[in-house]
């Protein structure tokens, strides 16, 4: 079963930035779509940005929009979010997730397999 791990997560000032990553040991990340997830305390998760499985179709919530930037090297089975200009609204746990199917995102339905989260405090 895939199985993904999120990395990167840490303490950081408003302004400030960082890149979060998604592993899949074992599994070529490459054959799924991949959305990043985030949920705030005392809020419902949300859909933060997404990468079809080619790359060629990219979406970010209208939060995020010119702060936040997908990616995929699939040379290192890796998809990455940088995170730049962070807020501290932007505190929340953040989960990836793999789909195989049509995508969903922002919707949860269509990803079967997730990560456990990494947690990042935008704070000074």
């Known amino acids: 079963q895939l199985r993904l791990v999120e990395s990167g997560g840490a303490l950081v000032q408003p302004g400030g930035s960082l890149r979060l990553s998604c592993a899949a040991p074992g599994f070529r990340l490459e054959d799924y779509g991949i959305g990043w997830f985030r949920q705030a305390p005392g809020k419902e998760r949300e859909g933060v940005s997404y990468?079809?499985?080619?790359?060629?179709?990219?979406a970010y919530t209208d939060s995020v929009k010119g702060r936040f930037t997908i990616s995929r090297d699939n040379d290192k089975n890796t998809v990455y979010l940088q995170m730049d200009s962070l807020e501290p609204e932007d505190t929340a746990v953040y989960f990836c997730?793999?789909?195989?199917?049509?995508?969903?995102?922002?919707?949860?339905?269509?990803?079967?397999?997730w990560g456990q989260g990494t947690q990042v405090t935008v704070s000074s």
């Open positions: 990468i079809s499985m080619g790359g060629g179709n990219i």
């Open positions: 997730a793999a789909s195989e199917g049509p995508s969903s995102w922002p919707e949860e339905w269509g990803f079967a397999s």
